[in-house]
């Protein structure tokens, strides 16, 4: 049996063709020992069950305490010694005693190993899930909306999990009943059919009471992550919310949320109310008219006492599974959906991957060239770049410049394969970015992203994120590199401080401080400055520019320049326009000469004015 950290050792099967259940198999198969034991456990302690009340029934009472009655209607001489009958009483109770332990212990195993193999198909759907989105391609996240995807995710694995390891479960459960009914239909077969009546009608109400109730069930659900999101706005959103005075109407909002998760709530509670007494006196009534027909045979000498005992019993078996079968069927439809999509994340094929005979980028001097490389975001999309030529000699800094929306993020994005061009090649060092493995890859080509994402973690492990092994003083170092040593230090536990959620207890600043430390830690050869330095005050930048230039040095760097500013630390700028390059140039040098790039800086000079923090935007 696999540790609790195991990965999973199976997948789904890929192929399509294949009924959902089929598919989902080799999961289940994965698990099978554990399994087997739950589904074996429970059955033997069903049919430990299903021998106490025979025991008890035609056993204890009928050759125990039915004589022992009898016995007074007889003449002394001709009564049996009242120990004869204590004898046979206390052996059954012994046995029922051992078998009720035995139950008990079997009813353990099924419920532990069950309960086992659920959470381990949980975690294993769950890390296979997880897995394969990692392995997914930037196009894949640009069309779906992950948050959604994540949680509907969830509820999904729990649905699909649920029916695969509580549906065979239920069906070993029906198995016992089986076994109870063939022993009624062999003890007296027209009292089993009787004791049967009612049972139709359990499993009408059940499967009503669900057919009302699994929607609700959805409903609540939703209803509650619709609130869930009120309230994380609120709380997230809780500078916006007062700026405006908007308190009460927020307040509102969440109140008629709630009412609506109250209602579906009422609505289950209600549900359940109505049902659950019809299907329990359901039962009762199925009892009664066994009474009423097992004493008719009793009172004619066809039938013993205990028997009808015996058989009360069972009923009482045999009314869960037709309970349970209801549920199945609903269960199977809900897991059958969320299988579909869960299917349909698992079907997506990762875009960007490992092509075969790879090979690992080495030594790498940071030569970089884009060839003819054409490029659009879909299929049937407009082509951002279109014919791109550019080089980047080993060591030179270059800036690409462009309007906005021309596709300057886009140039850094195809360097680091985030995509791949539609034409044309991206080259390191003379190699088709293509033919290199992607670890290697983004070892060598580090990126400074526009926005910085920071995890709820540790100054430190957030620097040290690309390299966990980097000691304390080379996180130091690298923070002391990108200006961010002197501000880490001020924080209450010094490297050690966990940034809030995605790093919003820090400054813009400080946050892309933190993030060029952690590319620089890399020590990458190569590097993508999405302008990284776009929300820094004008001091500040300065420092930061002083220290990248510093760094910059002995790497390829390509900056995605938004800014003017930035622009400055560039030894050559490249003009963009219509998908390719159309200067390129030092800064003066092209000011004076191309009227686009000098109209593309006034553009920034503009939006510099509409409220830039700081420098101007190109
Ligand atoms: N993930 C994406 N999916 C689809 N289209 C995209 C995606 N990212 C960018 N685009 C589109 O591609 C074009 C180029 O975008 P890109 O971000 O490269 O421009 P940019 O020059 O960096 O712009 P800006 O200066 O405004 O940041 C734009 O028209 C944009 O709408």
Redesign the pocket.
């Known amino acids: 049996m696999p540790g609790r950290d195991a990965p999973p050792r199976r997948g789904i099967d890929p192929d399509r063709g294949k009924t959902w259940l089929r598919r989902a198999l080799p999961i289940v198969l994965a698990h099978k020992w554990t399994f087997a034991v739950a589904l074996g456990a429970s059955f033997v302690s069903l049919l430990l069950q299903v021998e106490i009340p025979r025991l008890l029934g035609t056993d204890a009472i009928d050759k125990a305490l039915v004589p022992s009655v009898d016995q007074a209607l007889r003449p002394p001489s001709q009564r049996l010694p009242a120990a004869h009958f204590h004898d046979i009483l206390i052996h059954d109770v012994v046995i029922v005693l051992v078998l009720a332990v035995l139950a008990g212990l079997c009813g353990f195993l099924s419920r532990r190993y069950l309960l086992a193999t659920a959470y381990r198909i949980e975690f294993d759907l769950r890390n296979i899930i997880y897995a394969h989105l990692a392995r997914l391609s930037f196009g894949f996240y640009?069309r779906v909306q992950t948050g959604q995807l994540i949680s509907r995710a969830n509820s999904d694995i729990r649905s699909t999990q649920m029916y695969l390891t509580f549906g065979p479960s239920i069906i070993v459960q029906c198995l016992g009943a089986v076994v109870a009914f063939g022993y009624m239909l062999a003890i007296a077969p027209l009292l089993a059919l009787v004791a049967m009546a009612a049972m139709p009608f359990i499993y009408v109400a059940t499967v009503r009471m669900r057919s009302v109730l699994f929607p609700v069930s959805w409903l609540i659900q939703s209803r509650l992550a619709e609130v869930a999101t009120i309230v994380d706005e609120n709380v997230n959103g809780v500078r916006v919310v007062k700026s405006f005075a908007a308190e009460g109407r927020q307040v509102n909002q969440l109140a008629a949320a709630a009412d609506r998760v109250r209602w579906a709530y009422v609505k289950d509670a209600d549900t359940r109310a109505r049902f659950t007494p019809l299907v329990q006196n359901l039962t009762q009534l199925g009892m009664a008219f066994v009474v009423l027909f097992g004493g008719y045979l009793v009172i004619h000498h066809h039938l013993q006492v205990g028997t009808i005992v015996t058989f009360s019993f069972w009923m009482v078996m045999l009314q869960a599974p037709f309970q349970m079968l209801g549920m199945l069927i609903m269960l199977g439809q809900r897991a059958a959906a969320s299988a579909q999509r869960i299917y349909e994340i698992l079907d997506e094929e990762p875009t960007v991957v490992d092509r075969p005979g790879a090979v690992d980028l080495v030594g790498c001097r940071g030569d970089v060239r884009f060839d003819a490389v054409g490029f659009a975001?879909?299929s049937d999309g407009p082509a951002?770049l279109d014919g791109f030529d550019l080089h980047l000699r080993p060591g030179e800094t270059v800036a690409v410049v462009?309007r906005?929306?021309?596709?300057?993020?886009?140039v850094g994005r195809l360097l680091d394969r985030f995509y791949d061009v539609g034409s044309g090649a991206v080259r390191i060092d003379g190699t088709d970015v293509r033919d290199l493995t992607l670890a290697s890859l983004r070892a060598n080509v580090g990126i400074v992203a526009d926005e910085p994402f920071l995890f709820s973690a540790s100054v430190r492990d957030n620097i040290a994120y690309g390299r966990p092994d980097a000691t304390l003083e080379e996180v130091r170092a690298a923070a002391v590199a990108a200006g961010a040593d002197g501000f880490v230090r001020e924080l209450a536990d010094g490297y050690d401080t966990v940034v809030g959620e995605r790093g919003y207890t820090l400054s813009g600043g400080q946050r892309q401080r933190l993030a060029i430390a952690r590319t620089l830690l890399l020590n990458p050869p190569i590097l993508v400055l999405d302008d990284a330095t776009s929300a820094i005050d004008v001091q500040v930048e300065q420092e930061i520019h002083r220290n990248l230039r510093r760094l910059m040095e002995g790497r390829t760097t390509l900056i995605?320049a938004?800014r003017l500013s930035t622009i400055g630390l560039a030894d050559r700028v490249v003009l963009v326009d219509g998908g390719r390059v159309v200067a390129e140039g030092p800064h003066a040098e092209l000011l004076e000469s191309v009227p686009l790039y000098a109209e593309v800086l006034a553009q920034a000079d503009q939006g510099a004015g509409e409220g830039e923090p700081a420098g101007e935007r190109v």
């Open positions: 640009d975001y879909a951002v462009g906005t929306g021309s596709g300057k993020t886009t995605v938004h």
